[in-house]
């Protein structure tokens, strides 16, 4: 026995919704997709980083002194130092001294105003012990807790 078959596949009423529901849906993407591409390029690029400080010179030629280090201030951000640290050791804080690289100088001890230099000498912490050649860090917390951190070996300069 022979099977008989339609020549038409399927009917026009279905044909017509397929084409509808996939018109619809290939525009729903095509909307959901430009929507994201033209809000990610309206909205401005955030900078990943506004406070950096860049150290310019260290001086510990003197190991039972503690260093003297200089800072620049590179960001977009004016940035005043809180708490100072050696070797994880939280230290008095350091005695800012005029520094002779053509820097301007800072009327408020530690705030370094964008491109502007200071120069600090770190006390030694009791109970830390110092030997040459060995890297200290030199740690420096900003008051919104951005921290900056430097390594500095005893008795050497750069």
């Known amino acids: 026995m022979r099977l008989r078959s339609s020549p038409k ?11 509808v529901c996939i018109t ?14 033209m809000g ?9 980083y506004t406070e950096q400080l860049t150290l ?14 200089t800072i620049r201030n590179d960001g977009a951000a004016a940035i005043t130092l809180s708490d100072f640290y050696l070797q994880g050791v939280k230290t008095t804080p350091p005695s800012p001294t005029s520094n002779t690289f053509g820097c301007p100088s800072q009327t408020t001890p530690f705030t370094l105003s964008i491109q502007s230099c200071l120069t600090l000498t770190f006390p030694v912490p009791s109970g ?9 860090t ?6 919104d807790g951005t921290i900056f951190t ?6 050497s300069y750069t």
């Open 150 to 155: 430097f390594s500095c070996i005893a008795g």
């Open 40 to 48: 990610s390029l309206q909205t401005p690029a955030k900078q990943p």
């Open 24 to 37: 619809v849906s290939a525009a729903t993407l095509f909307a959901a997709y430009a929507s994201g591409l």
């Open 56 to 69: 310019d010179y260290y001086n510990w030629a003197t190991v039972a002194n503690g260093p003297q280090v």
């Open 9 to 19: 596949g399927i009917s026009e009423i279905i044909s017509a919704l397929l084409v």
């Open 128 to 136: 830390l012990t110092v030997s040459s050649g060995t890297p200290y």
């Open 138 to 143: 030199v740690k420096l917390v900003a008051n």
